[in-house]
């Protein structure tokens, strides 16, 4: 996979709509944001750190995710 040479808003705006449509299926990922330490990389890589959460939420997320495989 190449490395992603993402803009800070590029990282920004993926971060959003990643948010928005996990919320359209009812998941919430608390700590979804941008990956500050990745700025300041020696690769220059800009990423998405999902973060944690509780385990109900990593099973609505897993059911969402095998639902859309099966399509």
Sequence with gaps: MPLDRSLPDDVHQSAEE???AL??????LPSLGVELP?????Y????VAL???NAA????LAEVLRKAADR
């Design 18 to 20: 990643l948010r928005s």
């Design 23 to 28: 919320k359209d299926h009812g998941i919430t």
């Design 57 to 60: 939420t990593a099973r609505r």
């Design 38 to 42: 990745g700025f300041a990389s020696v």
């Design 51 to 53: 973060g944690n959460c």
């Design 44 to 47: 220059g890589a800009s990423l």
